[in-house]
């Protein structure tokens, strides 16, 4: 199983990005998705987490300029991310908690993270 996340770059203060994260691999069920951010010299943190029915939870930094959201038939999380600011400027990382198919052949319990994609904010 692998998360892939896209979408990061460079863009100006108050612009607009949108990230996406599609899992692959042999995927049985993905319980709760989420997005966390890790800035320089900086502890990773949450930015924003959705679960497999819909509910969600932000940030208070971000609440009211991000927005999660998932397809649950292509295995994706999306994060809409407007009027950015420098401050967001930061590695971004998905992932997700599923029902997957291990090394052995086995489906288990996991937890997967994308390989993180870059976004910096201009002032």
């Known amino acids: 199983v692998q998360l892939q996340a896209s979408g990061g770059g460079l863009v100006q203060s108050g612009g607009s990005l949108k990230l996406s994260c599609a899992a692959t691999g042999r995927i049985f069920f993905i319980n709760d998705m989420a997005w966390y951010r890790q800035a320089p010299g900086k502890q990773r943190e949450l930015v924003a987490e959705i679960t497999s029915g819909g509910s969600t939870n932000y940030a208070d930094s971000v609440k009211g300029r991000f927005t999660i959201s998932r397809d649950n038939a292509r295995n994706t999380v999306y994060l809409q991310m407007n009027s950015l600011e420098p401050e967001d400027t930061a590695v971004y990382y998905c992932?997700?908690?599923?029902?997957?198919?291990?090394?052995?052949?086995?489906?288990?319990?996991?937890?997967?993270w994308g390989q993180g994609t870059l976004v910096t904010v201009s002032s």
């Open positions: 992932n997700a908690d599923l029902t997957g198919e291990d090394y052995s052949g086995s489906y288990v319990a996991m937890r997967a």
